[in-house]
């Protein structure tokens, strides 16, 4: 398939696959999308994704975020938030957008900065991913060096721990070691349907000790 046939936009709940792609043509790809967009992407082992997130997957994310936010403040932690940046490492050829991404014990080294190079710069510590999310996506966050990688799909959370280069499934963070946030952020994420986003986020600020 040719760069020039690639659908800038798709509808909600739409995703494309191509395989194999080079990591030139994914830069290429990169470049044709531009970053006003609603898609996201993802690229490992040759192959690319490119995905419409569903309207709730919004609300969902951000949601999640300010959860992670509260935790940090909490534990007196100070982070640089970066969003849906793009992640890539051309050493690597693996390329991933995340709902959002936290640098945390290496805060300091991005502070100021407005773009991520992890040919240059060190991964996020935290990344964060709601519904949608296939093996490729977490291939990328494993090859780049991710060290957790927190996945909500189906009122779950799922957490991944990077060790000797591979994803480990755990049913605890190591950035929260003391908080349960595998029963804590379904609980307070389905707690926000029925009470309201604010004041469950009230809630849930009054029981992180």
Known sequence: ???????????????????????????????????????????????????????EHERTKVLLADLVKIMLK???????????????????????????????DNYAAVIGKQRIDLDFDPPPDLALETDLTSKTTVSAYEQLGVPELWIYEKHQLRIY?????????????????????????PQFIQQSLTEGVSRSLQAFEKMVP
């Open 161 to 185: 721990l990077l060790e000797n280069g591979t994803y480990i499934q755990s049913q605890n963070s190591h950035i929260f070691e003391q908080f349960p946030v595998s029963e804590w952020i």
């Open 74 to 104: 909490a534990q007196g932690k100070a982070w640089e938030p970066f969003g849906s940046t793009t992640l890539r490492k051309s050493g690597m050829a693996a390329g991933v957008e995340p709902d959002d991404c936290f640098y945390i």
């Open 1 to 55: 398939m040719a760069v020039a046939t690639i659908p800038l936009e798709l509808e909600a709940g739409q995703r494309i696959s191509l395989n194999p792609v080079s990591w030139s043509r994914f830069e290429h790809i990169l470049e044709q999308l531009g970053d006003s967009r609603s898609t996201r992407i993802a690229f490992a082992d040759g192959i690319l994704e490119i995905v419409a997130p569903l309207p």
